[in-house]
């Protein structure tokens, strides 16, 4: 499995950007998406996953409201739409992937991280 990142930049307080994560080599519909960041001198955490197109994605309470994770399963695509940006959003987003049967929660499949950078 691949995941390539892109939609990373540079933006002012309160604008949007739109990450996506193109998913490869295996059956996308067979994985749990994620978006993880980490943010420079901090760990990285988890921002938002999602199980199915159609489900109740999970987000980190400092995101919720202004983040949107989506998939699209004939595209094999992850996004992650992010309005009202902020400061404290500034960090490296990484895409991961979990296959659903899989044993552990823990995430093995990781992007290459895409930069968002917000100043004020």
């Known amino acids: 499995v691949q995941l390539q990142a892109s939609g990373g930049g540079s933006v002012q307080t309160g604008d949007s950007l739109r990450l996506s994560c193109v998913f490869s080599g295996r059956a996308f519909v067979n994985y749990v998406m994620a978006w993880f960041r980490q943010a420079p001198g901090k760990e990285r955490e988890i921002v938002a996953n999602?199980?199915?197109?159609?489900?109740?994605?999970y987000y980190a309470d400092s995101v919720k409201g202004r983040f949107t994770i989506s998939r699209d399963d004939a595209k094999n695509t992850l996004f992650l739409q992010m309005r009202s940006l902020k400061p404290e959003d500034t960090a490296v987003y990484y895409c991961?992937?979990?296959?659903?049967?899989?044993?552990?929660?823990?995430?093995?499949?990781w992007g290459q991280g895409t930069l968002v950078t917000v100043s004020s």
């Open positions: 999602i199980y199915w197109s159609r489900g109740n994605p």
């Open positions: 991961a992937a979990r296959h659903r049967a899989a044993e552990t929660t823990e995430y093995g499949v």
